[in-house]
């Protein structure tokens, strides 16, 4: 049996309400959970609705529908004071390391706000705290009395970081963290982030555009489209035998920094993703899909198990068949 | 599914014929500077290299590092003030772009040199149609009429595969996607026969598989128009899939110049190697945790304050003391693969 | 294109702004001394800054020591003959009164200060306080406030300063208070946008998520970052303060005689414009000065602070 995750969403969905009575549906039914220990990615292109996902289960928007269990507690309806400590619990990284610290703060102020507001420091005792959690992530304590802007770019997410592990979270919730960074930079901080999960036990949810960063920071890895999960299992699994024609479709377009070495004919999708205003009835993907039939305009495919936990929301590669859910 | 990539190395030898083409754009010695509070600095420092017909060279470089002013210095589109073009010269159909006035450069914009730059909305005008924009330039350029102009606009639509475009000629650019507008932007571009077209990271605002549908695109129209591309990116993922040959910059310089397959089996910079050993690449990732990633130490040295020597000594881990003392020249490594480095001998291959 | 060459400016200005090799120090004065350099090397960052900040700082000096500059008390009539021109022994003259016009102007430069401060003190305070409520709550609290500003913004600020000083009574207290409430509405529009623009930055979701409370977030994340554009649009606002109140003195409803208030002094020297004009030129002159000081003072900040040229 897996163990119980610390994090569970199920049915989650939000419609942001638009001028004219219609709207935006960023988040339209998606279920998943984070296990103790285990980076889960969320992978998918721009207005897919991963970083919705991320904002709902931080609480920075309340879902329209459906559930965020966080330690058997649904953290959904909670008002603000409630969810006060169950912050404590959620930290959060954001993608722009130049816009996610206040600037006219001490570095040191930043990252040792999260102690302040729950109460757990003060005085000396927050100072050495923060110049223990400054180390951790790689910076000298002595830059405690720096302002942002004297960071490079790198330090500021290592900021970033520091911030969300002093006040000792068991999940992270990373937005994109690295996109913004150079690729040197890049993998440095990748690296801090892999570390200090393993050290600390942490729990993460990786929201990533970037296929490769994903695959190398998970261990389970879920695609969005349009508002909802297409695809979702192990990463080596889904990785080397992707079952749904969208995650094929974008593993096989990322450029591969081998001369000459296309893994796969690239399957080059036609035309834009659909509006979310509008979606398109039945799987979403039919529209852009290569292989589509006629169920597909008809009916929206139900997430299928394909093998074990991999599982995909495709009625004609991964169609409900009850044998293969009895082999796994 | 690292076995089928590593074995599947179909190849396709596409990259071979630009080897003995014309040179259509030849940069020699290009110095650039700004003037900021903390003094004059320079942005890109004595770059030289040629553009061949038909190649698509890849300039790749981290922020920094002068391949964007590079781009727009040969374009003669620095601000000046603060910029300044403060030496060199760029041959472009046997004249001196340097020495060209504005006027005269306005000319050759937009016609036999042309540019397309990140941010397709922002470079559109968003209350001219998208058929006003794409005729101005065809009739200033190739003097058509009004209506042969937006025939040869709706041809240049159709040919970046453009649906309906009769119809889309009138729509304005918030009608179009991101992806739609830089096809948009690549027909603007083409539509006056260029024979250099300069690409300014094109696709980094665009999701990974529009990028494909881009970078598929620009080869097509350079293997149909013999057109030279000059493609500025940071992504080394997108220099192996697309270009023919490839500059690394670092802190205002050229340090390594070589064919696309060279540079990557074998680079001859420890930049190049870090860069490429930084990446994490599809299919080749072990359990979470247990390999990491190559990180090179330290940041890229500001413009005002460089460390003597050579750049990249400070965070090399192949340094030593004559790397920091004395600037290494670029040198050929091996037949069409230059480098500028004191050690490239004892690099080791990226994994 | 236009997008590419900022960039390129960009690029060239962030290639300048690594040098910070910061001396290591440490602790609250070490950042105190910092702002304090930042505000003073922005007030002072172009030539017509520096002059404004100059002409400012000598605004200050003559009215902190007015007694001390003027060679007469401010209302002593009979000091001299009335109506002298300018002279070596009467520096502006003397007005129908024999008051010396240059002491009085000296000494009007304290009832100029007492103006800027109090009057642009009320609008700021509370035009920010409602700005930054209205900003931050959203919902039903926004639209009330922010409505309630846009009434009050479609009179103009001297409608409602006459009416003002006809309820309260002519008087220069009161004509500072009805130029500062006039202009609070101002101030509330500045506050609210740049309260909205602030809100939308990742800190303050970083902040929230963090569990901040609504103290923390507007005194601590909000406040210090909508501070800088306020400071601005405050600097400029002095000036106009300052004119407004000028002339509501000059209507009669603001300063009354025998007070140096400069736009009281040129009410009065109306009737003898024709024969003496020293008596109007002079507190002309000066209101003239201040304005262009606090204009340039202004514009320099906000040059200053333009986030595109900081790193």
């Known amino acids: 049996m897996t163990p119980a995750p610390v994090l569970a969403v199920q049915g989650l969905v939000k419609r942001f309400p638009m001028r004219g009575g219609r709207f935006v549906n960023a988040v339209n039914g998606v279920s998943l959970e984070i296990r103790p220990g285990e980076t889960l990615g969320l992978v998918g292109e721009s207005g897919c609705g991963k970083s919705t996902v991320g904002k709902l289960i931080m609480k920075l928007h309340d879902p329209t529908e459906g559930a965020i269990v966080v330690r058997g507690q649904n953290i959904a309806g909670l008002s603000r004071r409630l969810m006060k400590p169950v912050r404590r619990q959620i930290q959060t990284i954001f993608q722009d390391p130049y816009g996610s610290l206040n600037p006219r703060m001490t570095a040191g102020a930043i990252v040792g706000e999260p102690l302040k507001i729950h109460g757990i420091a003060s005085g000396r005792d927050l100072t050495r705290r923060v110049a223990e959690v400054f180390e951790k992530v790689g910076l000298r304590a002595d830059q405690m009395t720096r302002f942002p802007h004297e960071f490079s770019g790198g330090q500021r997410q290592r900021l970033s970081i520091a911030r969300a592990l002093i006040v000792d979270p068991e999940i992270i919730i990373a937005d994109e963290p690295v996109s913004a960074l150079d690729v040197s930079i890049q993998a440095s901080v990748i690296n801090l982030l892999i570390r200090l999960q393993k050290e600390m036990g942490l729990s ?77 009835p039945g799987c979403h993907f039919h529209t852009r899909c290569p292989i589509a039939e006629d169920i597909c305009r008809q009916k929206a495919p139900a997430l299928n198990t394909v093998d074990g936990e991999h599982r995909a929301a495709c009625h004609l590669r991964a169609p409900d068949a009850p044998a293969a859910r009895s082999a796994a | ?173 918030h009608q179009f996607s991101g992806g739609m507008l830089q096809r948009i932007m690549i027909a603007i571009a083409m539509s006056c026969n260029p024979k250099v077209l300069i690409a300014d990271e094109p696709t980094t605002a665009l999701d990974v598989t529009i990028q494909a549908q881009i970078l598929e695109l620009m080869q097509e129209l350079r293997d149909m128009t013999g057109a030279a591309i000059m493609l500025i990116t940071h992504d080394m993922g997108v220099v192996a899939e697309t270009a023919d040959r490839v500059i690394v910059m ?102 | 294109m236009q997008q590419r060459v900022r960039n390129a400016m960009a690029i060239a200005s962030a290639a300048g702004s690594h040098v910070d090799p910061v001396p290591d120090t440490q602790g609250r004065w070490y950042v105190f001394a910092r702002n304090l350099h930042t505000v003073f090397s922005a007030a002072t960052a172009n030539r017509g800054a520096k002059l404004g ?33 300018p002279n070596g022994d009467y520096w502006f003259g003397t007005d129908e009164f024999g008051r010396d016009i240059f002491s009085r102007v000296i000494y009007g430069a304290r009832l100029t200060i007492q103006v800027g401060l109090i009057a642009v003190g009320i609008s700021l305070t509370i035009g920010t306080i409602t700005g930054l409520v209205a900003g931050y709550a ?73 569990g901040a409370g609504h103290l923390r977030l507007i005194f601590v994340h909000l406040l210090p970052n909508i501070v800088p554009p306020l400071i601005v649009v405050a600097t400029l606002g002095v000036s106009s303060a ?67 040229q900081k790193s």
């Open chain 3, 242 to 308: 300052v004119l407004a109140a000028a002339g509501l003195s000059f209507l009669g409803l603001g300063a009354q005689p025998p007070s140096p208030e400069w736009g009281a002094m040129l009410s009065a020297g109306r009737d003898y414009f024709t024969l003496a004009p020293w008596i109007m030129i002079y507190p002309g002159v000066a209101i003239m000065i201040v304005v262009l000081a606090f204009n340039l003072l202004g514009d320099g900040i906000r040059e200053a602070l333009d986030p595109r």
């Open chain 3, 138 to 210: 959203g919902g039903w609290t926004e639209r009330v406030l922010m409505r309630l500003v846009d009434v009050v913004f479609s009179f103009t600020e001297t409608l409602i300063a006459l009416a003002a000083v006809a309820v309260l009574g002519p008087s220069l207290t009161n004509a500072m208070i009805a130029v500062g409430v006039a202009a609070i509405p101002f101030y509330a529009r500045v506050a609210y946008s740049v309260t909205l623009v602030e809100r939308n930055r990742a800190y303050f979701d970083a902040a929230y998520v963090a």
């Open chain 2, 1 to 173: 599914m690292s076995d089928v990539a590593m074995n599947d190395l179909s190849e396709t030898p596409v990259r071979t014929r630009a080897t003995d083409a014309k040179t259509v754009l030849a940069v020699e010695d290009l110095c650039t500077d700004f003037r900021t509070k903390a003094g004059s600095v320079r942005a890109v420092d004595g770059v030289s290299f040629e553009l061949k017909a038909g190649e698509i060279l890849a300039i790749v470089g981290e922020s920094g590092s002068g391949k964007s002013v590079t781009s727009l210095s040969i374009m003669g589109l620095i601000p000046e003030p603060p910029g300044r073009i403060a030496g060199g010269r760029v041959f472009f159909d046997g004249q001196d772009l340097t020495k060209l006035t504005d006027r005269q450069l306005q000319k050759l914009r937009g016609s036999s040199l042309s540019m397309i730059f990140q941010e397709p909305m922002t470079s559109l005008n968003p209350v001219l149609s998208i058929g006003r924009q794409m005729t101005e330039g065809i009739r200033q350029h190739l003097g058509m009429s009004a209506d042969q102009a937006r025939r040869h606009a709706v041809e240049m639509m159709r040919r970046v595969s453009i649906p309906a475009p009769e119809h889309r000629l009138k729509e304005y650019p």
């Open chain 2, 250 to 351: 670092y802190a205002g310089q050229k340090i390594e110049e070589g064919s696309v397959e060279e540079v990557f089996r074998a680079p001859r910079h420890p930049y190049t190697l870090g860069l490429l050993g930084a990446l994490p690449r599809l299919g080749q990732a072990g359990a979470v945790g247990d390999t990491e990633l190559n990180e090179i130490p330290g940041v890229v040295p500001p413009l005002t304050d460089l460390p003597p020597g050579c750049r990249f000594s400070d965070r090399c881990s192949y340094a030593t003391d004559k790397c920091r003392a004395e600037t290494p020249p670029l040198e050929t490594k091996r037949p069409g693969h230059i480098a500028a480095c004191w050690h490239s001998d004892e690099l080791e291959s990226p994994t």
């Open chain 1, 204 to 280: 993460l949810l990786f929201i990533s555009h970037d296929m490769s960063v994903v695959e190398h920071v998970s261990h389970r890895v879920a695609v969005m489209y349009l508002g909802r999960i297409v695809e979702i299992g192990p990463r080596d699994m889904l990785f080397s035998n992707p079952q749904h024609p969208y995650t094929q479709a974008l593993l096989s377009a990322v450029p591969v920094a081998k001369p000459g070495a296309r893994r796969r004919e690239r399957i080059v999708l036609k035309g834009d993703v659909p509006s979310p205003v509008d979606p398109p």
């Open chain 3, 53 to 85: 900040f100059f002409l400012v700082l000598a605004l200050i000096v003559v009215a902190i020591f007015a007694p001390l500059i003027a060679p007469y008390p401010a209302d002593q009539m009979g000091a001299g003959m009335s109506l002298l021109p």
